[in-house]
């Protein structure tokens, strides 16, 4: 119960603005936009997430699926990409919702008869400075920004108190906060209903006849029917309700805080897997009803003036009618109950601000467990800046900046989060897609999610398009964080190239290990790099002997590293260590980079008697090939990185591993 209302405080909160969004887009047809997208929602991402979270129950989602199935440099690419989009959409949902936050405080009679009068008499930022520069800027400040501005601080906050340990308090607080949030709009959206019921009949039937000569003449179709013409308005509008959709990502991002059973393990904790599909159904269908609920009542009862710029209700429709405001027919939302007005209104903007507020906290928690781990596994982030958490402060100077550029405009930022939420949905489905092509399934499920992913994933991309078409800011945005997380990534990693990155050694059975063990425990060793396809071991082991004029009597280790998977940063080789006639062989497998490895192993030699030396024949390539080998594929000039490693792996000169080229 918990975690499903902190997955409610992104997905439920969305009811604070949604509804006016809609509405002041598509007029009479908003619930139409809105069905489409409940549609979706129970069709196709519920199930959907329910497949992804079966096969990622890590709460890595469809974004770890697809970097398990997609090995090397284009799987990588392809999750950077995605995270780039997690990023857009992360700091855009805290941008929205904060600056709603704001636009609620701001529209309460309260806060409009005592704080508003004193923000405009003493908060004067133009006052502060007489700089040209500084004059433009504080210009621009006016009281939405300022609000947002601090309420974007007081997120901050929350966020700390998060992180100093105190989960289970912010967790009672959210649950006590999104109960109390979902209760009032019940109480709105279904006072709403039963007016139209009874007394405001004469409303339902006026939006119903306008939303009908809408579908009619909406679309040039010919003679198509009329259900025809509405799937078709209810497809074309799907983005303006594409937001209804937000919480599937997040709700992979807590997995791991579901609990599971006893017997669960962590190869397969399939009672966290069923708990947490248990959740998504909950979550879904109480989003659904109330979505659908809350659209509806704004559509027939909010008049459409009151939604445009500067209306009473803009952004704010159910609190709107929480106040007890004007009906389309002139009459007051009082009739429908005599416990809305002021006093109700304004404990309905206490809960939707601070359910906004910690959306907004809430989601700056899910960016610091989302991306900044991928980006450290990468090998993608600076360890000073992971270890102080560097790309958290970058995140939050950039949730800063984003609300002064788009001037806490919702409007603005609802097409920069329609597009990240649509990519992530097509993400979704591709790892979806993914995991029935390469993973071994039982033959019903493949019949099942086979379809379902391939149509989800045609479908979002579609919508994408589309949204782009409607308003390409927000596909600029998800872009420039794309172009920022690519190229500081490809920094960090060619930064890092030259760190051991090394977690120790696998065996492949106990001898292997034994035999390891005896080899560190020699006085003195040569390790010899074998190409294996090139030479056979025993030329090799003669060339060498001929060339660095090593004797007889003089025991060599033959070393055959077989290169894995290059864009891994860290890893873990498994060794094979066995004697061929006579002559001690190292296979290692599993290496993410050859130069990594024998860099390891003679370090890990060294720790006892003399360091060992490392025997290396020429390379025919190329200075500038062999350094972009090494840096994308693993395996270039590998007797300099292997010097270079070791330098920077072993501080005492004296203690230093010899490496031999000749």
């Known amino acids: 119960m918990l975690v499903l209302c902190l997955v409610g405080l992104d997905y439920f909160s969305s009811l604070a603005y949604l509804p006016s969004l809609v509405t002041s887009a598509v007029g009479p047809l908003a619930p139409l936009a809105v069905l489409v997208v409940v549609v979706v929602t129970l069709g196709v991402?519920?199930?959907?997430?329910?497949?992804?979270?079966?096969?990622?129950?890590?709460?890595?989602?469809?974004?770890?699926?697809?970097?398990?199935?997609?090995?090397?440099?284009?799987?990588?690419?392809v999750v950077l990409l995605l995270l780039s989009f997690v990023a857009a959409d992360y700091i855009v949902t805290q941008n929205l919702s904060i600056a709603d936050a704001a636009e609620h405080l701001q529209s309460n009679p309260?806060?409009?008869?005592?704080?508003?009068?004193?923000?405009?008499?003493?908060?004067?930022?133009?006052?502060?400075?007489a700089h040209p520069l500084w004059q433009w800027a504080a210009s621009r400040v006016d009281t939405h920004l300022l609000l947002t501005l601090l309420v974007t601080l007081i997120c901050f906050a929350l966020w700390a108190y998060w992180r100093s340990g105190s989960?289970?308090?912010?967790?009672?607080?959210?649950?006590?906060?999104?109960?109390?949030?979902?209760?009032?709009?019940?109480?709105?959206?279904?006072?709403?209903?039963?007016?139209?019921?009874?007394?405001?009949?004469?409303?339902?039937?006026?939006?119903?006849?306008?939303?009908?000569?809408?579908?009619?003449?909406?679309?040039?179709?010919?003679?198509?029917?009329?259900?025809?013409?509405?799937?078709?308005?209810?497809?074309?509008?799907?983005?303006?309700?594409?937001?209804?959709?937000?919480?599937?990502?997040?709700?992979?991002?807590?997995a791991p805080m579901v609990r599971g059973r006893p017997e669960d393990t962590p190869e397969a904790p399939r009672g966290r897997i069923r708990n947490?599909?248990?959740?998504?159904?909950?979550?879904?269908?109480?989003?659904?009803?109330?979505?659908?609920?809350a659209v509806l009542v704004t559509a027939v009862l909010v008049p459409h003036q009151a939604l445009l710029k500067d209306g009473a209700a803009v952004h704010r429709a159910l609190a709107y009618l929480a106040h007890g405001g004007t009906l389309v027919d002139g009459t007051s939302f009082t009739v429908a109950s005599p416990i809305f007005g002021e006093t109700f209104g304004t404990v309905y903007d206490a809960f939707t601000i601070a359910i906004l507020s910690m959306a907004g906290a809430c989601v700056l928690i899910a960016l610091r467990d989302y991306v900044p781990d991928y980006l450290q596994r990468f090998g993608m982030e600076l360890e000073f800046a992971h270890r102080l958490g560097v790309k958290m402060r970058f995140f939050n100077i950039i949730v800063l900046l984003t609300a002064v550029v788009f001037h806490a405009d919702i409007a603005r930022l609802q097409w920069a989060y329609v597009t990240s939420v649509l990519a992530l949905l097509a993400g979704g489905a591709y790892a979806a897609w993914l995991s029935v092509r390469r993973e071994n399934l039982k033959p019903w499920v493949r019949s099942l999610v086979r379809p379902l992913a391939t149509g989800a994933f045609t479908f979002f991309v579609a919508m994408a398009l589309l949204s782009a078409g409607i308003s390409v800011s927000g596909l600029e945005i998800a872009l420039f964080f794309a172009a920022g997380i690519v190229l500081t990534s490809a920094f960090s990693r060619w930064v890092r190239s030259t760190e051991l990155r090394f977690h120790g050694f696998d065996f492949v059975d106990e001898?292997?290990?034994?035999?390891?063990?005896?080899?560190?425990?020699?006085?003195?060793?040569?390790?010899?790099?074998?190409?294996?396809?090139?030479?056979?071991?025993?030329?090799?082991?003669?060339?060498?002997?001929?060339?660095?004029?090593?004797?007889?009597?003089?025991?060599?280790?033959?070393?055959?590293?077989?290169?894995?998977?290059?864009?891994?940063?860290?890893?873990?080789?498994r060794l094979r260590v066995t004697n061929e006639s006579g002559m001690l062989l190292i296979q290692a497998k599993r290496c993410s980079s050859i130069a990594h490895v024998l860099a390891a192993l003679s370090i890990e030699l060294a720790r006892v008697g003399?360091?060992?030396?490392?025997?290396?024949?020429?390379?025919?390539e190329s200075p500038m090939a062999a350094n972009l080998n090494f840096l994308l594929f693993g395996e270039g000039n590998i007797p300099w990185m292997v010097r270079e490693l070791i330098r920077k792996a072993e501080p005492d000169v004296d203690r230093r591993p010899l490496v031999i080229l000749g």
Not at 110 to 129: G, I, N
Request: glycine share 10%; charged share 20%; proline share 6%.
């Open 511 to 573: 001898s292997s290990r034994h035999a390891w063990e005896k080899c560190c425990g020699f006085d003195f060793q040569i390790l010899v790099p074998h190409r294996p396809g090139l030479h056979s071991r025993d030329e090799k082991v003669k060339v060498i002997r001929e060339r660095h004029r090593l004797g007889p009597d003089v025991p060599i280790i033959l070393v055959e590293a077989e290169l894995f998977d290059p864009s891994d940063f860290f890893h873990k080789p």
């Open 276 to 293: 947490m599909r248990k959740l998504l159904v909950t979550a879904t269908v109480l989003m659904s009803l109330w979505l659908f609920g």
């Open 167 to 254: 989960t289970r308090r912010f967790l009672a607080f959210a649950a006590f906060v999104v109960a109390g949030y979902m209760t009032l709009n019940a109480v709105v959206i279904l006072g709403g209903v039963i007016h139209l019921a009874g007394a405001g009949r004469h409303l339902f039937e006026a939006w119903r006849a306008s939303a009908t000569a809408s579908i009619d003449g909406g679309m040039a179709l010919g003679n198509a029917s009329f259900v025809s013409r509405a799937v078709c308005l209810g497809l074309a509008m799907f983005p303006f309700a594409v937001l209804g959709l937000s919480g599937f990502e997040l709700s992979m991002a807590v």
């Open 110 to 129: 309260h806060f409009e008869r005592v704080a508003a009068p004193f923000l405009q008499k003493y908060v004067r930022p133009t006052d502060w400075c």
């Open 610 to 620: 003399r360091p060992p030396e490392l025997h290396f024949g020429w390379s025919d």
């Open 45 to 77: 991402a519920l199930p959907l997430y329910s497949y992804v979270v079966g096969r990622s129950p890590d709460g890595l989602g469809g974004t770890g699926l697809i970097e398990r199935l997609v090995p090397g440099w284009r799987g990588k690419l």
